[in-house]
């Protein structure tokens, strides 16, 4: 048994998957990197298969039919032997003196007979042309280097997440919760690291910069321009991270209170992106959306609504969807994200 499985969900990423796979090699056999073809029309499918005939200990190729980033997700789960599983975008890439220390973290775990549900580590927003490197880091709220529990950990800032780029899951949990997610869908990635936090007790921190999150290609799926094309997708996300977490039900309250926060961002983010269109069609979904939270669950609606956030992008008229507007550009500007 592998200590980590990687899935790299890769479609037309011929340009860029390369640098991808090479980062993670050095990992060697406690190692497998899932390479999921996603229905590429490029020579991602060859480029995947080279790699797994030159490595076959450690590179499996997968093809499938394009079923969107989700489903490749969900095609390295059911495939991985790995002990615990790390997502890794294709164009994304990992620091080697990180990804080292977190392999000789689960080796010694596994001469000890230890797990843990949830490990956390850094990333790095790699932002094309940005002056300066913006780093999610933990070390102010989470402990490092022990394993911990809800309980354990302190309140989150704003603007400062659990993300994709940050987690790596047991690959059993993932698997025990149901996680399945949508197919021809974008920004799943929301669901894949919140709907299972649910069910994580034990966790560990580790304070190193590992997982490179790049920001820059013009066809990326967190531009904005493209985020406002694809908006029904991202309510679609944002309805399901409603419907398939019921928050009342957690009894830890920081945990409860971490997933509030996150719940938040996302349904802000879609707001946003639909006063943003400034089309009459998008201001009607977003009215829709918040009448979908309201019937869903009532005191969840107050308290999405009725916090600062939720207040600011209810601000009526032009004027008041300019103030939310600009909010959310400095906003951008201090956390780095797209």
């Not at 190692?31 to 590179?59: F, H, Q, W």
């Not at 000890?112 to 549900?117: L, R, T, Y």
């Not at 933990?138 to 603007?159: A, C, M, Q, S």
């Not at 609606?301 to 600062?308: D, E, S």
Request: net charge positive; glycine share 6%; with cysteine.
């Amino acid at each position: 048994m592998k200590l980590l499985s990687v899935v790299i969900p890769c479609y037309n990423s011929q340009e860029y998957m390369t640098t991808c796979i090479e980062s993670l090699l050095p990992g060697r056999e406690d190692v497998e990197i899932l390479i999921v073809n996603d229905g590429s029309v490029d020579r991602t499918g060859e480029i995947a298969d080279e790699y797994a005939k030159k490595y076959p200990a450690v590179v499996k190729a997968i093809h499938q039919e394009n079923g969107g980033h989700g489903e490749a997700v969900n095609a390295g789960i059911r495939k991985a032997t790995g002990v615990y599983l790390k997502v890794v975008d294709s164009d994304d890439w990992v620091d080697i003196r990180a990804y080292l220390k977190i392999l000789n973290t689960l080796k010694d775990w596994a001469a000890e007979k230890k797990s843990v549900d949830m490990i956390i580590s850094n990333f790095v927003y790699e932002k094309e042309g940005a002056k300066y490197k913006k780093i999610m880091k933990y070390d102010n709220v989470l402990p490092e280097e022990t394993v911990f529990t809800w309980d354990d950990i302190g309140l989150f800032r704003k603007g400062q997440y659990i993300l994709m780029h940050s987690v790596i899951y047991r690959t059993q949990l993932l698997r025990d919760c149901g996680l399945e997610l949508p197919k021809h869908t974008f920004y799943v990635d929301n669901l894949y690291v919140y709907t299972p936090l649910q069910y994580v007790n034990h966790i560990y921190y580790i304070n190193v910069d590992f997982y490179r999150y790049y920001i820059g290609r013009e066809d990326q799926s967190v531009q904005e321009n493209i985020m406002i094309k694809r908006i029904d997708q991202q309510i679609q996300v944002n309805k399901l991270l409603i419907e398939q977490v019921e928050l009342e039900k957690i009894k830890q309250p920081k945990l409860r209170h971490y997933m509030l926060r996150h719940l938040e961002i996302v349904t802000v983010v879609s707001a946003i992106l639909l006063i943003r269109s400034g089309t009459m069609e998008n201001l009607k979904k977003k009215t829709e959306l918040w009448n979908f939270i309201k019937n869903k669950d009532l005191h969840l609606y107050h308290q999405l609504r009725y916090g600062i956030m939720g207040q600011l992008i209810h601000l009526p008229g032009r004027a008041g969807r300019a103030i939310s507007v600009g909010a959310y550009k400095i906003s951008q500007r201090l956390v780095g994200f797209n």
